[in-house]
């Protein structure tokens, strides 16, 4: 009984996140040394989805409301971004950001296209913690 209230529990949550079309998108301001900042709270990305051009440098500002870790892991994206000196190195493309803790790290994206971004903490991902870093040329 409590495998069949614990799998109908977990349906119920991973029905209940919005669908893509209703996702929010942030671009990246115009101008140099602009700040994105990214709220990882319970299950959710604010915002979801990131629009950054090509060659321009941001500064992606991580702020975990959460009472629990989560990671902001994006192993394509980094492979694909320059990483500022001085700033953090993301091993593996994965930012970890504890409870109540800010993380800034500074890139230049550099090969357009679209890509993924997720909390590999244990069943963020299905709860919803995902979304997309779009780089234009």
């Not at 893509?20 to 101008?31: E, F, H, K, V």
């Not at 440098?57 to 990483?83: Q, Y």
Request: with cysteine; hydrophobic share 45%.
């Amino acid at each position: 009984m409590r495998i069949i209230a614990s799998t109908l529990i977990i349906a119920l949550a991973a029905f209940s996140t919005p669908l893509s079309g209703s996702a929010q998108q942030t671009r990246a301001p115009a101008g140099g040394d602009a700040t994105i900042e990214v709220r990882l709270s319970s299950f959710a990305f604010d915002p979801e989805n990131l629009r950054l051009k090509a060659g321009v440098p941001i500064r992606l500002r991580l702020v975990n409301d959460g009472s629990g870790g989560h990671d902001f892991s994006a192993p394509a994206f980094f492979a694909a971004s320059s990483i500022l000196p001085g700033s953090l190195q993301p091993p593996n493309g994965d930012v970890a950001v504890r409870s109540h803790q800010t993380v800034e790290i500074a890139v230049v994206p550099r090969t357009p296209g679209i890509y993924r971004v997720e909390c590999t903490h244990f069943l963020h991902n299905f709860f919803g913690m995902h979304g997309t870093v779009e780089v234009m040329p």
